[in-house]
């Protein structure tokens, strides 16, 4: 059972953008905080960005200022918009959300230098 789909992934330049969305089940979206990671091959998961209930956010240091979370309670999606890519943001990126500790499926980003 599909609880998580990340979609929006894709190939593009440096200094392009892309925004990725993560459509949710309605019983893992409400009142959960919603979080962005990714997987660089032969590197760690690293935490992206979160989004809370209510709309906080927080980056991760490599990111902020360049991409930005979003949440569309109607829709059950959480987005990530991301801008100023580099090379090194290539990865895989994974919705995930805390309280159930769900995880999507990942969606590819890869950028070109």
């Known amino acids: 059972q599909v609880q998580l789909v990340e979609s929006g992934g894709g190939l593009v330049q440096a200094g392009g953008s892309l925004r990725l969305s993560c459509a949710a089940s309605g019983s893992i979206y409400s009142d959960n905080t919603m979080r962005w990671y990714r997987q660089a091959p032969g590197k760690q998961r690293e935490l992206v960005a979160i989004?809370?209930?209510?709309?906080?956010?927080n980056y991760a240091d490599s990111v902020k200022g360049r991409f930005t979370i979003s949440r569309d309670n109607a829709k059950h999606t959480v987005y990530l918009q991301m801008n100023s890519l580099k090379p090194e943001d290539t990865a895989v990126y994974y919705c995930?959300?805390?309280?159930?500790?769900?995880w999507g499926q990942g969606t590819q980003v890869t950028v070109s230098s």
């Open positions: 989004i809370t209930s209510s709309g906080s956010t």
């Open positions: 995930n959300a805390l309280r159930g500790w769900y």
